[in-house]
């Protein structure tokens, strides 16, 4: 499995973004798929993840009510919609699959995710 993440860049507080993670090697719509982002100095931390059709979606509680993860899995591509954004969202985000879930699982552990895509640089002014 190959993820490709893009989307990022600068946006002021309170602002959206929306990443795009496009996935190819294997057949999408069989596995679950995660965000995580990870800050200067911090530990890689749990953003979102959504299982294989889609129909259960899991989230950190930092991002609860402001970001959105969906899948098109005839597009191969998950998305994270990130809206009123914090400083304090600032990172490099990675989308993350996983492919050896339960299906309709999701994790928000990234040792469940064994294939992970290069990042995408999020960066929010205040």
């Known amino acids: 499995v190959q993820l490709q993440a893009s989307g990022g860049g600068l946006v002021q507080a309170g602002g959206s973004l929306r990443l795009s993670c496009a996935a190819s090697g294997r057949t999408f719509s069989s596995y679950a798929m995660g965000w995580f982002r990870q800050a200067p100095g911090k530990e890689r931390e749990f953003v979102a993840a959504i299982s294989w059709a889609g129909r259960r979606t899991i989230y950190a509680d930092s991002v609860k009510g402001r970001f959105t993860i969906s899948r098109d899995n005839a597009e191969n591509t998950v998305y994270l919609q990130m809206n009123s954004l914090k400083p304090e969202d600032t990172a490099v985000y990675y989308c993350?699959?996983?492919?050896?879930?339960?299906?309709?699982?999701?994790?928000?552990?990234?040792?469940?995710?064994?294939?992970w895509g290069q990042g995408t640089q999020v960066t929010v002014s205040s």
């Open positions: 993350a699959a996983d492919t050896n879930t339960v299906s309709g699982a999701t994790s928000p552990r990234a040792d469940a995710y064994d294939y």
